[in-house]
C-alpha cells in the first residue's frame, strides 16, 4: 500500500504544482491588466477589461468535469495525450488561472492609490509602477491567493483522477470505490488532509514573512 500511495502523491504533486506554476507564470499578468485597465485606473481601457472580464467569469462558471471532458481535443493537441497526470495538467491549468487572476487583481486593487500617483509625480512608467510599486506591494495577498488557487488544483486533481489522470484520485477510485479496500481510503483521504494543510501552511508562513519584510 505505501508504494501505491507515494506513486500517486508524486502524481499529484506533479500535476499541482506543474498547474501552479503555469497559472502563476499567466494568471498574474491576466489579473494585473485587469487590474491597471479597470476604471478609474492609470492605464484604464474598457474594452481589454471587458473582454478579460467576460474570459474569466466565462471559463470559471464552467464545472471542472466539464472543463475537463470539452478540452480534451485542445490537450491532445499539446501533449500528445489525453489521459495521465502530464495531460490532466493542461486542464488544471485551464481552470485555475482564472481564479488566481481574480485573486491577483483583487491583491492589487488593494494597494492605496497614493503611492501609484507618488510613483507618477516622479516620473515613473507605467512598466515601472506595475512591477516596482504594485506587485511589491501587494505580493503579500497575491501569494494568500496563489496558496488557495493550489489548494483547488488538489481538489481538482483528485476528480482529474477519477477519470483517468492517475494521483490519489485514481488511487481512491481504484483500491476504494472499485476494490473496497477501506485502508486505502482512510491512507488517501489523511494524505490528502495532510497535503492541503501542508500548502495552507506554507504559503501562509511566505506571505506572513513577506508582509513584515514589507513594513519593516
Known amino acids: 500500500m505505501l508504494h501505491d500511495l507515494l506513486n500517486a502523491l508524486e502524481e499529484t504533486l506533479f500535476m499541482v504544482f506543474s498547474a501552479g506554476l503555469i497559472t502563476w507564470i499567466t494568471g498574474l499578468p491576466l489579473g494585473t491588466v485587469l487590474s491597471v485597465t479597470g476604471e478609474g485606473k492609470f492605464l484604464e481601457n474598457a474594452l481589454v477589461h471587458r473582454v478579460l472580464r467576460l474570459l474569466i467569469n466565462t471559463t470559471r462558471s464552467v464545472p471542472y468535469m466539464v472543463l475537463m471532458i470539452a478540452v480534451i481535443p485542445f ?48 516620473g515613473a ?11 511589491p506591494e501587494a505580493l503579500s495577498n497575491i501569494i494568500k491567493g496563489l496558496t488557495v488557487t493550489l489548494v483547488h488544483l488538489i481538489g481538482y486533481s483528485s ?23 477501506l485502508d486505502y481510503v482512510l491512507a488517501t483521504v489523511v494524505t490528502l488532509i495532510a497535503l492541503v494543510h501542508i500548502i495552507q501552511s506554507c504559503g501562509d508562513y511566505i506571505a506572513n514573512g513577506n508582509m513584515r519584510q514589507n513594513n519593516t
Request: positive net charge; without cysteine.
Open 125 to 135: 512608467s507605467s512598466f515601472q509602477i506595475i512591477y516596482k510599486i504594485l506587485i
Open 75 to 122: 490537450t491532445r493537441f499539446v501533449v500528445g495525450v489525453n489521459e495521465g497526470s502530464v495531460a490532466a495538467v493542461v486542464p488544471l491549468t485551464l481552470a485555475a488561472i482564472p481564479h488566481f487572476a481574480q485573486f491577483s487583481e483583487k491583491a492589487l486593487n488593494r494597494v492605496p492609490a497614493g503611492l501609484i500617483e507618488a510613483a507618477k509625480a516622479v
Open 159 to 181: 476528480i482529474a483522477g477519477a477519470i483517468g489522470a492517475g494521483g490519489l484520485g485514481g488511487l481512491i477510485i481504484e483500491k476504494g470505490h472499485l476494490d473496497f479496500h
